[in-house]
């Protein structure tokens, strides 16, 4: 494809209008022209399907997405969209069915984003349990009360920043030292000694 470019822009000083129309062709080429049951066209690159264009119609159409009718006629939910389709979106009424399995029927950055977005929701409170359990371990390692107790100074700011803090730290923009650090300065990153369990002697009686 640069190659071809490359050529085209060769043509520019000898036939202007020639190099208009090759150049037009080209960038024509990346997207697809669509139009919904009213008329409007909406542009989407190359290669995309029903599914994303229900989401670019409309996030919410997206996530109720239940078929498809493509030029009056029903097709599955990975149809590939040419240029001059009409594209209707069949939604479930007050239902939200988006599955994780829909982001191999998506290909463009915008539809996997709110696919993504929804599915991450969902998993929210597993989320958050996991984080929350990985910061408790942390805190019985370091010998520091759990985020439930009264002592930890970490608690008010866990409770008021709960469900933000504990995401970032699945999505790694948090670490459990980072958080422990903020209310304890002066901690040192370490593991605690081992126990070692200790035979209890007998008692000898004569």
Known sequence: WVQKMQDIVKQYQTD?????????????????YVYTPKGDAIELPVGSTVLDFAFRVHTKVGYAFKWALVNWTIVPIDYELHTWDHVSIQTWSNKILCWK???????????????????????KDKIVAQSEALINEKLIELWLPSLDSKEN?????????????????????????????????NIIWSTPPVVRKVSKPEVVTS
């Open 16 to 32: 202007f209008e020639w190099f208009k129309e090759q150049l037009n062709v080209e960038l024509v080429e990346w997207y697809i």
């Open 153 to 185: 100074p970490l608690r008010k700011q866990y409770e008021n920043q709960r469900d933000g803090m504990m995401m970032k730290m699945h999505d790694k923009q948090l670490t459990a030292f980072t958080f422990i650090k903020s209310a304890y300065p």
């Open 101 to 123: 399995s829909w982001l191999n029927y998506a290909k463009t950055s915008g539809a996997k984003q709110s696919i993504n977005r929804y599915i991450k929701s969902l998993e």
